[in-house]
């Protein structure tokens, strides 16, 4: 009986990841998120300097361009002298990728295949290749899982001494205060109605914003660093202990999270960054509200552990426990709260 039930779960499980694949790889041939991509100007113009910019790294080479979408990347690199370019993406959208392909003149270079990189094989002849471009990057860095399908093409076919674009990452965490409205004590009394169930809920998810710089309280801390070339599987798994040093007087709302990404080679090497100083990517930056404000004053220090891993409802989904102390003039305040980050359509769509 127990078998039975066991085999059941597995069962279970299985159907459910495989419906929030199909889920995910249908919003992904919706026109209107690739067009969402396409227009995010800062994202491109990374691709673009740091492609346009290391030309001798791809010409005459083999190029693998993971979950290629509308093919940008793989256009990019056969615009710098690529010799061949296998452009993969599981979403429909490739249809589309493959008539871009013939509109550029690149048809002789690059070979456009639909399916997971898990499941496909490259073309005939090709048992290597020399550069893997993947925008692996999700909100917060990880969410979308599609480090995984880097990784996994990485170990399989990157050749030795290959290169990969983006090849190094860092996230970073800090803290803001709220701009006017955002304060979650809305919720406890809207037009004499009490909303506390959306107070509970903005409490323990972690909402993407686009950030103004001047709600910064706090030099922003490092929590994690990757290595692209090295990183294992399952390197989204995180535990650290963080410091956050304010730098104003005022109230902390929040902490929220950023990160960069870095490629090409010195001296041409670029870095896409998604800070609050930074140019908008769609990107945005990941919130998460405290339950009740922090009174602070520069110098002071907020202290912690901020532990992040995938959701175990969502293949695409993030989990967050943190846990925040802090000694104030008057008052010491200390907690911890938990957060989800559901992988959801752009805004708007």
């Known amino acids: 009986?127990?078998?039975?039930?066991?085999?059941?779960?597995?069962?279970?499980?299985?159907?459910?990841?495989?419906?929030?694949?199909?889920?995910?790889?249908?919003?992904?041939?919706?026109?209107?998120?690739?067009?969402?991509?396409?227009?995010?100007?800062?994202?491109?113009?990374?691709?673009?300097?740091?492609?346009?910019?290391?030309?001798?790294?791809?010409?005459?080479?083999?190029?693998?361009?993971?979950?290629?979408?509308?093919?940008?990347?793989?256009?990019?690199?056969?615009?710098?002298?690529?010799?061949?370019?296998?452009?993969?993406?599981?979403?429909?959208?490739?249809?589309?990728?493959?008539?871009?392909?013939?509109?550029?003149?690149?048809?002789?270079?690059?070979t456009v295949l639909r399916g997971k990189v898990e499941e496909i094989e490259l073309p005939e002849g090709i048992e290597k290749v020399d550069i893997i471009l993947c925008d692996w990057m999700g909100y917060c860095l990880f969410s979308g899982n599609m480090l995984e399908s880097l990784i996994f093409a990485r170990d399989k076919w990157l050749a030795p001494g290959g290169l990969i674009y983006p090849d190094a990452?860092?996230?970073?965490?800090?803290?803001?205060?709220?701009?006017?409205?955002?304060?979650?004590?809305?919720?406890?009394?809207?037009?004499?109605?009490?909303?506390?169930?959306?107070?509970?809920?903005?409490?323990?998810?972690a909402l993407l914003k686009r950030l103004d710089a001047r709600q910064l309280m706090s030099k922003v801390v490092l929590v994690k660093t990757l290595d692209l070339y090295t990183a294992p599987r399952h390197s989204c798994l995180t535990r650290t202990h963080y410091e956050l040093k304010v730098t104003r007087s005022g109230h902390v709302h929040a902490l929220f999270a950023c990160f960069d990404v870095g490629m090409g080679q010195y001296p041409r090497r670029v870095w896409l960054s998604t800070s609050p100083h930074a140019p908008w990517t769609h990107w945005n930056q990941t919130v998460f509200h405290l339950r009740a404000p922090l009174t602070v004053e520069p110098e002071q220090l907020i202290r912690g552990v901020f532990s992040l891993k995938p959701s175990p409802k969502s293949i695409y989904g993030l989990e967050f426990d943190i846990s925040f102390e802090h000694k104030g003039r008057e008052r010491r305040a200390m907690g911890r709260q938990d957060y989800s980050l559901d992988y959801f359509l752009p805004q708007g769509l």
Not at 182 to 199: K, P, S
């Open 169 to 205: 990452a860092h996230l970073y965490l800090g803290a803001i205060t709220g701009q006017a409205g955002e304060d979650l004590e809305q919720w406890n009394d809207l037009y004499d109605i009490n909303m506390g169930a959306i107070r509970r809920r903005c409490e323990a998810t």
């Open 1 to 110: 009986m127990e078998n039975h039930l066991e085999n059941a779960a597995a069962g279970d499980c299985a159907r459910d990841y495989r419906v929030q694949q199909a889920l995910y790889f249908k919003m992904y041939s919706r026109l209107e998120v690739q067009e969402w991509l396409v227009k995010d100007a800062a994202r491109n113009a990374a691709y673009r300097q740091a492609i346009g910019w290391n030309k001798a790294a791809f010409r005459g080479k083999t190029v693998l361009d993971v979950g290629c979408g509308l093919g940008m990347l793989s256009l990019l690199a056969a615009a710098a002298g690529a010799r061949r370019v296998i452009a993969v993406d599981a979403a429909s959208i490739v249809e589309y990728t493959r008539h871009i392909v013939v509109d550029n003149s690149c048809a002789d270079v690059i």
